[in-house]
């Protein structure tokens, strides 16, 4: 499956450019589609982007730190709600660009497309260039990967952190020697600066520490190298669990947020007569009714988070322990979801672009403190700009949509053929997802970064399926 010669180092460039614009271009639509409901009902992760705003609003006008409030309050668990890191690139925005959601929606596409560029790398690393190109590509135009930026939320942006160490750690992969010890040590704590922004990425150094060392020739070597990534993710995350054994006096290793996605999980896969309930705020009003505390009733978090969702992990592992066959079902059916590209949510590109103007900012009610240098028009710009190709955008995303499970098995099929270790190392990633994401609620947002390398097995179905019609053709 590897190129024995690759391209020279201008064309490289040149098609690292036109991955990154192809990426660009189509995330700026769906920024264009999304800017009508922004800071309203219809706003996809409202209530969530707002719980990233209130932490970030907290540093910038109480004075907390990066990690430690101001006025430390065991009883105000809330903090431990999310993960740090997003809301501190939220402050870094406010205070250097303006504080705007269009702001952080334009910083998000450059990241995301950023990611293309990066598995562009990955997949030359592994498969060759053409692999990593078309590769790239389909990131480019993939509907999950295009709007998933336009949330503002983090797991758009911790895909290129997850790119970068599996870059740091593709070289001689495909050969199956184990990567040089400086890479396996900067790859690790990339994944920890990934797990300040996404607390489920705690065990992905782990996981990979097992499977990576297992596609090698030398999986003791590559073991021991391979250390380095759980133990680069402990390093970076401990500063979050000392503050909060600090802070709260118990130990938490980076957030609270498991426990409600578990029992939410539970519901989700139909147990609704346990006590399980669907949304966060359903969730709260129950636990106000049955503790009989309707301070419980305003948020999931706070207060007594700890102990809140200590019981819903315990709720949810006595309803598997008590049906365990029927939770298993319900994980590989969340398993075969992720891999629904068919499915309406996220949206394609809209046909036409909206004919409402830009909605008002969220959170307006402090926008005067730091005013945006760019006005949402602005940020806008691009998208609108490219209102002529929203047709021929809207139709490469079908295609794609319903072409690229059958490309991605074809591919597998390929890679093991050729090379079963490449084949588990590019999988890796996904099953982490498959394996850890199936026992929580899913939302596709969750599992975002996962699909940039199954795209790599689509690229090469696709050029194999490219080549065969070539040869009839000829």
Not at 147 to 152: E, K, N
Request: aromatic share 10%; net charge positive.
């Amino acid at each position: 499956m590897v190129e024995l010669q690759g391209p020279s180092r201008r064309r490289r460039l040149i098609a690292a450019a036109v991955v990154f614009l192809l990426s660009f271009a189509f995330r700026a639509l769906h920024a264009v589609d999304l800017a009508p409901s922004m800071g309203k009902r219809g706003q996809p992760g409202l209530y969530m982007s707002r719980m990233y705003d209130d932490r970030a609003l907290e540093m910038m006008l109480a004075g907390d730190g990066w990690l430690y409030p101001a006025n430390p309050d065991p009883a105000r668990t809330g903090l431990l709600a999310r993960p740090p890191g997003y809301p501190i690139l939220l402050v870094a925005i406010d205070r250097t660009l303006g504080r705007s959601a269009y702001l952080v929606q334009l910083i998000q596409n450059v990241i995301s497309s950023l990611a293309s560029v990066a598995l562009l790398l990955l997949g030359e690393s592994l498969c060759g260039f053409s692999v990593g190109l078309v590769a790239a590509l389909l990131a480019a135009v993939a509907p999950s990967l295009a709007c998933g930026p336009a949330l503002i939320s983090p797991e758009a942006i911790s895909a290129l952190l997850l790119l970068a160490a599996s870059v740091l750690l593709a070289k001689g992969a495909a050969a199956g020697e184990p990567p040089l010890a400086w890479r396996a040590v900067a790859a690790g704590l990339v994944f920890g600066v990934a797990t300040w922004l996404r607390p489920n990425y705690l065990l992905l150094g782990a996981f990979l520490a097992v499977v990576l060392s297992l596609a090698s020739r030398r999986p003791r070597a590559a073991f021991v190298r391979l250390l380095a990534l759980p133990l680069g993710t402990l390093l970076l995350v401990a500063p979050i669990t000392y503050r909060n054994y600090r802070v709260f006096g118990a130990f938490v290793p980076v957030s609270i947020n498991g426990g409600i996605t578990f029992w939410e999980g539970i519901a989700d896969a139909g147990g609704l007569g346990f006590g399980a309930r669907p949304k966060d705020q359903k969730v709260a009003r129950l636990e106000a009714e049955r503790q009989d505390d309707e301070r419980y009733r305003s948020w999931w978090a706070e207060p007594d988070g700890i102990e809140r969702d200590r019981r819903r992990y315990r709720d949810s592992l006595d309803v598997i322990r008590r049906r365990p066959l029927w939770y298993l079902g319900a994980m590989v059916r969340r398993m075969g979801r992720m891999f629904r590209y068919d499915l309406p949510d996220p949206p394609l590109v809209g046909s036409r672009p909206p004919d409402e103007p830009a909605a008002a900012e969220p959170w307006d009610d402090e926008l005067g403190r730091w005013p945006a240098v760019l006005s949402p028009q602005a940020t806008l710009s691009p998208g609108r700009a490219l209102s002529v190709l929203r047709p021929l955008a809207r139709l490469l995303q079908q295609l794609e949509r319903f072409s690229l499970l059958p490309l991605a098995l074809l591919g597998l099929v390929l890679v093991l053929r050729s090379s079963w270790r490449l084949a588990l190392w590019i999988a890796a990633v996904p099953l982490y997802f498959l394996l850890f994401e199936s026992m929580f609620m899913l939302e596709w947002r969750y599992i975002l970064p996962m699909h940039y390398y199954v795209f790599l097995f689509a690229a090469a179905g696709l050029l194999w399926l490219c080549r065969q019609l070539r040869a009839r053709v000829s």
